[in-house]
C-alpha cells in the first residue's frame, strides 16, 4: 500500500530561520512528489512537481529537492506570511492521478 | 481565469439525511478528483473521472458515496443517508490531464 509520511507534525520558527520540512513516501513506480500548502480553510495550493530523484526546484523563498525515497521543502529566511500547512502526496502505481497525501506539517513563523 | 469553485461551502445535515456537492472544475480541464479531508489529516482520495468516464471509484467509503459528472463538466458527490464519520471537507480537484491538480475551497459538511 502506498503511504507517505511527513516530519515534523508541527514546526515553529522565528522569521529569518531557516528549515526543513521531510516527507517520505513509499509510493510504488512513482511518477510524481508534489508539495502543497494550506490556509486555514482553504483548498491545498500547488506548489511544485518533482518527476525524478535528484531532481530540484524553487519558488521565493521555497525549495523542493527529490531522493529515491524522501522529498525535502527547504525554507530559505521565512516570513510570517509563509505560515501554513504544507502537504506532500505522491503519485503512481496504477492509479493514475490519485494523489496519496502525508497529514501534513503545520508550520507557524513568528515575527 | 477562474479556477475550481464548490458549492455550497457549508452544509449541516442531519443524520440519515441526503446530501449534494457540486464541484465546478477549471474550464478545459479533462481531469476531475474529490478528496475526503478530515480534521487535521491530508485529503484522502475517493473518485476520479477522466471526462464523464468514472475510471477510480476506489476510494470510495461505502455505497453511500455516489459521484457523477454526466457532461464531462460539472461533478456532483453525493451521499446518502449520511453519518456522523462522514463530517469532514470534501474537495474538489481539476486538471488538464493527471498532474498539478487544481484544488477548490472545499465544502464542510457537519453531521449532527
Known amino acids: 500500500e502506498d503511504q507517505v509520511t511527513q516530519s515534523p507534525e508541527a514546526l515553529r520558527l522565528q522569521e529569518g530561520e531557516s528549515s526543513s520540512l521531510n516527507c517520505s513516501y513509499t509510493?510504488?513506480?512513482?511518477?510524481?512528489l508534489f508539495w502543497y500548502r494550506q490556509d486555514p480553510g482553504k483548498g491545498p495550493e500547488f506548489l511544485f512537481t518533482?518527476?525524478?530523484a535528484g531532481e530540484e526546484k524553487e519558488k521565493e523563498r521555497l525549495k523542493a529537492t527529490l531522493t529515491k525515497k524522501e522529498s525535502f521543502l527547504h525554507i530559505t529566511a521565512p516570513k510570517p506570511e509563509d505560515s501554513a500547512t504544507y502537504l506532500c502526496?505522491?503519485?503512481?502505481?496504477?492509479?493514475?492521478?490519485?494523489?496519496?497525501f502525508g497529514q501534513g506539517t503545520i508550520l507557524t513563523v513568528h515575527p | 481565469g477562474a479556477g475550481v469553485s464548490q458549492s455550497p461551502r457549508y452544509k449541516v445535515a442531519k443524520r440519515g439525511q441526503d446530501v449534494a456537492l457540486r464541484c465546478d472544475p477549471i474550464s478545459g480541464h479533462v481531469s476531475l478528483f474529490w478528496y475526503q479531508q478530515a480534521l487535521g489529516q491530508g485529503p484522502e482520495f475517493l473518485t476520479y473521472?477522466?471526462?464523464?468516464?468514472?475510471?477510480?471509484k476506489s476510494g470510495l467509503p461505502s455505497d453511500r458515496f455516489f459521484a457523477e459528472r454526466p457532461e464531462g463538466s460539472v461533478s456532483t458527490l453525493k451521499i446518502q443517508r449520511t453519518q456522523q464519520e462522514d463530517s469532514a471537507v470534501y474537495l474538489c480537484?481539476?486538471?488538464?490531464?493527471?498532474?498539478?491538480?487544481?484544488f477548490g475551497p472545499g465544502t464542510r459538511l457537519t453531521v449532527t
Open positions: 473521472f477522466q471526462n464523464e468516464a468514472q475510471l477510480d
Open positions: 480537484a481539476s486538471s488538464l490531464l493527471s498532474y498539478e491538480q487544481y
Open positions: 518533482l518527476y525524478s
Open positions: 502526496a505522491g503519485e503512481g502505481g496504477t492509479s493514475y492521478g490519485k494523489l496519496t
Open positions: 509510493v510504488s513506480g512513482l511518477r510524481g
